[in-house]
């Protein structure tokens, strides 16, 4: 033929083909998988990311929800503390009183029963700090594992040629 001995004549296009053309179009092809491999990948890691971000949200949410539940314990057991020392002085002066006014003990035990429902009938309804979910009772504490994984389990990113 016109075109050498190596000439051949491609079917899409009718024309012929040297195998500078074959290579040619072999290379294209061979790009065109590398490419898809490479939008697969992409795609892949786009997920992956999708993925990290709303769990590194769930844990930003749960770490400030830590913090408010910290702060909260913090000043409920300041709170605890104030009420044991206020205790303890009182019945330091209870004791006192005692002693200073035998005469008077039976006043004394009335008062000391009224203040005593007074005082408890006080804690329980007005003064508890607000614990807004805080839940400081050991039989519905419950632990939760923390909204995390390896970020290297079933990562396909790793072994994917780019």
């Known amino acids: 033929g016109i075109m050498g001995?190596?000439?051949?004549?491609?079917?899409?296009?009718?024309?012929?083909?040297?195998?500078?053309i074959q290579q040619v179009k072999g290379e294209i092809q061979h790009s065109m998988v590398v490419?898809?491999?490479?939008?697969?990948?992409?795609?892949?890691?786009?997920?992956?990311l999708l993925n990290?971000?709303?769990k590194s949200a769930a844990l930003e949410g749960a770490s400030t929800n830590f913090q408010r539940g910290a702060k909260r314990l913090y000043q409920h057991q300041v709170w605890q503390r104030y009420k044991l020392f206020v205790a303890l002085v009182s019945t330091i002066i209870?004791?006192?009183?005692?002693?200073?006014?035998?005469?008077?003990?039976?006043?004394?035990?009335?008062f000391t029963a009224v203040a005593a429902v007074t005082a408890f009938l006080a804690n329980h309804y007005l003064w508890q700090p607000s614990a807004n979910g805080l839940c400081l009772d050991d039989s519905q504490t419950q632990l939760v594992r923390a909204p995390l994984e390896s970020i290297y389990e079933n990562d396909d990113i790793s072994g994917l040629a780019s």
Do not use: Y
Request: hydrophobic residues 45%; charged residues 25%.
């Open 5 to 20: 001995v190596n000439a051949t004549i491609d079917e899409e296009t009718g024309h012929g083909s040297t195998p500078a």
């Open 35 to 48: 490419m898809r491999e490479n939008m697969r990948a992409m795609a892949v890691r786009e997920s992956q």
């Open 94 to 110: 209870w004791a006192a009183c005692v002693v200073m006014f035998r005469q008077h003990l039976k006043a004394l035990l009335m």
């Open 52 to 54: 990290l971000d709303e």
